[in-house]
C-alpha cells in the first residue's frame, strides 16, 4: 500500500514537501515511483519519477528546477520537494509504484503504474 502525505494550504512561492510511505512485504527498493497530480476537471498528469536504485529521476517539464523527487529505501518512503509553488501547481497529488522496472528506469505514464496511493491535496492561494 501506498500512503501520500505533506499536503496542505500555502501561498505562491511558498514550499511544500510531500511523503509516499509504502507498507508491505516486498521491499521498497523494487518499485519504481512517480508522482502524479490532478487538478478539478482535468486529467491526471505526470510531475515526477525517480528509479528503483535512486539515482535516475525525471520531471515534467512544468515542475522542472522547481520540484525535486528523492527516496530513502530504509524508511520505505519517496519525498516530492516542491520549492517556489505557483497557483497552477495546485492539485490532488498522487504517488505510484511499479514493481517491474529495470534499476535504473523512470517510468512517466500512469498505465505503467500498477499500485496507486489516495492522493494529497495541494493548495496554492496567489
Known amino acids: 500500500q501506498l500512503q501520500a502525505s505533506g499536503g496542505g494550504l500555502v501561498q505562491a512561492g511558498d514550499s511544500l514537501r510531500l511523503s509516499c510511505a509504502a507498507s508491505?512485504?516486498?521491499?521498497?527498493?523494487?518499485?519504481?515511483v512517480g508522482w502524479f497530480r490532478q487538478a478539478p476537471g482535468t486529467e491526471r498528469e505526470f510531475v515526477a519519477a525517480?528509479?528503483?536504485?535512486?539515482?535516475?529521476?525525471y520531471y515534467a517539464d512544468s515542475v522542472k528546477g522547481r520540484f525535486t523527487v528523492s527516496r530513502d529505501n530504509a524508511k520505505n518512503t519517496v519525498y516530492l520537494r516542491m520549492n517556489s509553488l505557483k497557483p497552477e501547481d495546485a492539485a490532488v497529488y498522487y504517488c505510484a509504484a511499479d514493481p517491474s522496472a529495470g534499476y535504473s528506469t523512470v517510468l512517466s505514464r500512469i498505465e505503467e503504474y500498477d499500485f496507486w496511493g489516495q492522493g494529497t491535496l495541494v493548495t496554492v492561494s496567489s
Open positions: 508491505g512485504r516486498a521491499a521498497f527498493s523494487s518499485y519504481v
Open positions: 525517480i528509479s528503483r536504485s535512486g539515482d535516475t529521476t
